[in-house]
Nanobody, 117 residues
């Protein structure tokens, strides 16, 4: 069983930056595909960024060039660095883990990101 705990959300002005963290326990990162999703009010949950083995990254078109996903194997933690934030980035951000070669997935509880002046 994989447990995920997100942190780092908050209120930021447009153009600002935040770094989200996802602490992983129960499995090592080297056997997990990790991703960040987000869900805005009234909208479906969408993929923001994914990092696969061995550290192949992919991003939603709306965040390319502004968001960076990375993992720290020593800390068993995944990060989402967000810069040049826009009001449309406002959402609850969820960390997701999928055990490689399986369909077993886990979700964190979510962290709120609000971009507003």
């Amino acid at each position: 069983q994989v447990q995920l705990v997100e942190s780092g959300g908050g209120l930021v002005q447009p153009g600002g930056s935040l770094r989200l963290s996802c602490a992983v326990s129960g499995k090592n990162l080297n056997i997990l595909t990790m991703a960040w999703y987000r869900q805005a009010p009234g909208k479906q949950r969408e993929l923001v960024a994914r990092i696969s083995i061995p550290d192949i990254t992919e991003y939603a078109d709306s965040v390319k060039g502004r968001f960076t996903i990375a993992r720290d194997y020593a800390k068993n933690t995944v990060y989402l660095q967000m810069i040049s934030l826009k009001p449309e980035d406002t959402a609850v951000y969820y960390c997701n883990a999928r055990l490689i070669l399986t369909a077993l997935t886990s979700w964190g509880q979510g962290t709120q990101v609000t971009v507003s002046s």
